[in-house]
């Protein structure tokens, strides 16, 4: 697809197509055995979902952003898109549908871990019709960032329709080889990496493995160990700043949006990473999802 403006003038730095969940979030010393009940913090309510979060990260740190989407006609969907709004995310193509806002309950453990259950709901009815009714504005923006909480033929008709795809294989599932080969980067954590390669090794093999299935580059953050990242000129490894972690919640996500964003400036990769490295461990110093992503006057320059 060849750019709208090849001056560079576009209207948008980056579209996020994905969901858009309330997290119900409860804070636990440590988390049930099958049958057993715990005790935990009282429920704290916050906006999240990846592609809502991988928006709100971007457009924090200065990025023009719009969400694809879609919430219901609910109280959960008005409060992501009042969210939203504060963050002057474009919300023009968040769409309501009839089932419930998406929810992740989420439990925090006492080192800031974190274990999630998605009821998507409305971001099931993400469909690729709302991708090609969508398709000027995926043509606004030089990146395009997806994730795996809308249906995947969804996800692989917005792939096919993007400049460049920042693709995060999150929740981890097996995709179609077309959707990796669209991929650049294709970003995943080590337990995603693990999971599609079908075995596990040094960070930096795993990612020649990775691009051996056909991404045009490779991403594998590390959490506390920093990230990887590899293309055709080789593998670098970019470490994290020493952080004391608070919540893991939305770390991902913060640093795929604003790796996004830094790729649409026109950053090489490894200098993408790198900042967005630094971007997820401001998140991690602070408790909740969006709550916690930092401006870019708060990104500590290395």
Known sequence: MEPIDP????????????????????????????GETVLGSDLSTHPGGKGANQAVAAARLGARVALLGRVGADGHGRLLRE??????????????????TGVALITVGPEGDNSIIVSPGANARLEEQDVADAAGLLRSAPVVSLQLETPLPTVLAAARAAHRAV???SPPAPVPDELLALCDPLVVNEHEARMVLGAGGPPAEQARALLRLGPRSVVIT??????????????TT???????????????????????????RGDGLADAVAFA??????????AGAQSSFPTLSEVEEP
Do not use: Y
């Open 7 to 34: 001056t560079g003038e576009w209207p948008l730095d980056v579209v996020v197509v994905g969901s858009a969940n309330v997290d119900l979030v409860v804070r636990v010393d440590r988390r049930p055995g099958r």
């Open 83 to 100: 969210s939203l709004e504060r963050d002057k995310v474009d919300l023009g193509h968040l769409r309501e549908a009839g089932a419930p």
């Open 167 to 169: 693709f995060n294989l």
């Open 222 to 235: 590390l959490g506390a160990g920093g990230a990887v990242a590899a293309d055709a000129s080789g593998v």
């Open 238 to 264: 970019i470490p994290s700043p020493r952080v004391e972690a608070v919540d893991t919640t939305g770390a991902g996500d913060a640093f795929t949006g604003a790796l996004a964003w830094r790729l649409a």
């Open 277 to 286: 490295v630094r971007v997820g461990a401001a998140t991690v110093r602070g």
